[in-house]
T-cell receptor, first 113, second 110 residues
Framework: ETGVTQSPTHLIKTRGQQVTLRCSSQ?????VSWYQQALGQGPQFIFQ???????GRGNFPPRFSGLQFPNYSSELNVNALELDDSALYLC????????????FGPGTRLTVT | KQEVTQIPAALSVPEGENLVLNCSFT??????LQWFRQDPGKGLTSLLL?????REQTSGRLNASLDKSSGRSTLYIAASQPGDSATYLC?????????FGTGTRLLVSP
């Protein structure tokens, strides 16, 4: 069984640029959630995708957007990057027999300069 | 709105000590309560998940309890080891999302 993977592991961008982060869900899972974790804080829910549709959204502006593909992998896109977007971005997949338990990937560290 | 608080924010203990980490949540309407471990700069590793109908779960030296009526969960670590040093996060599961506390940073000294 393959776990949740994310790419890239690290990324440095300039304020105003756009970024795309990728996540492959665990085998058998049809739901992907994205979280932002600022330094010293707990992760904050960005949004969730279920069977290619957005299925809930946290308190993040529209410049945070996402996609889920037929194989249930997912992308997080952030436009017009701001310095405060610097964080660890975590992807979690769920579904299958343990539908409520979320399994996290290793994260992507985004630095905005 | 669900809010999750963890106490203490940091804890330093000598190896071999038993310890308790605390988590409280404001809305008792949760699906389950999940405890995670996070090593510096890394992702989250799930330790224990307690469903809302359960009172506790155990895995090895770890035991987690849940009291929905009081809005509290505890993570008990027996016979702590230096390899247990990490940040421990609890998360309350509502519809669609996890709501996390800010974590307890644990340091176990040899």
């Amino acid at each position: 069984e393959t776990g949740v993977t994310q790419s890239p592991t690290h990324l440095i961008k300039t304020r105003g640029q756009q970024v795309t982060l990728r996540c492959s869900s665990q085998s058998g899972h049809n739901t992907v959630s994205w979280y932002q974790q600022a330094l010293g804080q707990g992760p904050q829910f960005i949004f969730q995708y279920y069977r290619e549709e957005e299925n809930g959204r946290g308190n993040f502006p529209p410049r945070f957007s996402g996609l889920q593909f037929p194989n249930y992998s997912s992308e997080l896109n952030v436009n017009a990057l701001e310095l405060d977007d610097s964080a660890l971005y975590l992807c979690a997949s769920s579904g299958g027999s343990s539908s409520y338990e979320q399994y996290f990937g290793p994260g992507t560290r985004l630095t905005v300069t | 709105k669900q809010e999750v608080t963890q106490i203490p924010a940091a804890l330093s203990v000598p190896e071999g000590e038993n310890l308790v980490l605390n988590c409280s949540f404001t809305d008792s309407a949760i699906y389950n309560l999940q405890w995670f471990r996070q090593d510096p700069g890394k992702g989250l590793t799930s330790l224990l998940l307690i469903q809302s109908s359960q009172r506790e779960q155990t895995s090895g030296r770890l035991n987690a309890s849940l009291d929905k009526s009081s809005g509290r969960s505890t993570l008990y670590i027996a016979a702590s080891q230096p390899g247990d040093s990490a940040t421990y996060l609890c998360a309350a599961t509502g519809f669609q999302k996890l709501v996390f506390g800010t974590g307890t940073r644990l340091l176990v000294s040899p």
